[in-house]
């Protein structure tokens, strides 16, 4: 089923209150930033395009490489910053020249569906995470 951008920001939401859990990616059990999308792309495509590599929370920063952006390049659709819309994948960097290390969906233009730990999946204002926003993704066949 081709899903639309509502029933993306639907599904983030239904991920409300799932605690954090580093690599875990189970509505209600336990998830990461990138286990949210990972769940979600599992309910409106299927299996996941491939296996999450092993990662530590220091990840991004040991390697020093864009991973994260890489596995969007590969399997989401790049949108620009500017342009991104409700439902549209958002990965954030900590700090200027870090590679992005930070995933959630966009619920509207003003709040982001994130797991992050001590919150678990929560919605919040986007805040601090504005100027940290690095790049904009959509899922693949969008309906209007």
């Known amino acids: 089923m081709r899903p639309s ?3 993306i920001v639907a599904e983030a939401r239904r991920w409300i209150g799932t605690p954090y859990r580093h690599r875990a990616s189970l509505r209600g059990v336990g998830c990461d930033c990138l286990g949210l999308v990972r769940g979600i792309w599992r309910t409106f495509y299927g299996p996941e395009p491939e ?21 969007g390049l590969r399997h989401l659709v790049p949108v620009a910053v500017e342009a991104f819309a ?4 958002l990965m954030f960097r900590w700090r200027e020249g870090a590679p992005a290390k930070h995933v959630g969906i966009a619920a509207s233009g003003a709040a982001l569906v994130h797991a992050h730990d001590g919150a678990g999946v929560a919605e ?7 100027p940290r926003l690095a790049y904009a993704f959509r899922f693949p066949e969008i309906r209007a």
Do not use: H, Q
Not at 51 to 71: K, Q, V
Not at 86 to 89: E, I, L
Not at 124 to 130: D, E, N, S
């Open 124 to 130: 919040t204002p986007f805040g601090i995470w504005r």
């Open 86 to 89: 409700p439902g549209d994948v």
């Open 5 to 7: 951008s509502a029933m």
């Open 51 to 71: 296996t999450a590599p092993l990662y530590s929370p220091d990840w991004a920063e040991a390697a020093g490489e864009e991973t994260l952006y890489a596995a």
